[in-house]
Nanobody, 118 residues
Framework: VQLQASGGGLVQAGGSLRLSCAASGRTFGSYPMGWFRQVPGKEREFVAG????????KYGDSVKGRFTISADRAKNTVYLQMSSLTPDDTAVYYC????????????WGQGTLVTVSS
C-alpha cells in the first residue's frame, strides 16, 4: 500500500497549485485521509481532510476559504486545490490515510514541497 503525493513546486504569492495524493495497492472505501504540512522546526499542521469516497471534507483554520479538497474514487486519488497562496503556506505537504475508523493516520506519502515566493 502506497500513497504518492505530487504537484508541489514554486509559485508566486497569490497563485495556485493542485496537489495530488494517489493511492495504490488497495482502495480505502470511506476511511478518512488528510493533508498535512510541516515546516522545519515547527509542528506538523493539519491542512484538510476528506473520506476517500468524497464525503465530509474539512479544513484547518489557516486554509479555510482558500483550499479545496476533493476525491476521485475512480482514480483512487485525492486532490488539494490551493489558491491565494501566501509565503506562510510554504511547507512540505504530506498526505496520509487512516485504515480503520477512529484510528490514527497509519500510512503516509513521501511529501511534496510547496514554496510560495513573495
Amino acid at each position: 500500500v502506497q500513497l504518492q503525493a505530487s504537484g508541489g513546486g514554486l509559485v508566486q504569492a497569490g497563485g495556485s497549485l493542485r496537489l495530488s495524493c494517489a493511492a495504490s495497492g488497495r482502495t480505502f472505501g470511506s476511511y478518512p485521509m488528510g493533508w498535512f504540512r510541516q515546516v522545519p522546526g515547527k509542528e506538523r499542521e493539519f491542512v484538510a481532510g476528506i473520506r476517500w469516497n468524497g464525503a465530509a471534507p474539512k479544513y484547518g483554520d489557516s486554509v479555510k476559504g482558500r483550499f479545496t479538497i476533493s476525491a476521485d474514487r475512480a482514480k483512487n486519488t485525492v486532490y488539494l486545490q490551493m489558491s491565494s497562496l501566501t509565503p506562510d503556506d510554504t511547507a512540505v505537504y504530506y498526505c496520509a490515510t487512516q485504515t480503520a475508523y477512529g484510528g490514527a493516520y497509519t500510512t503516509w506519502g513521501q511529501g511534496t514541497l510547496v514554496t510560495v515566493s513573495s
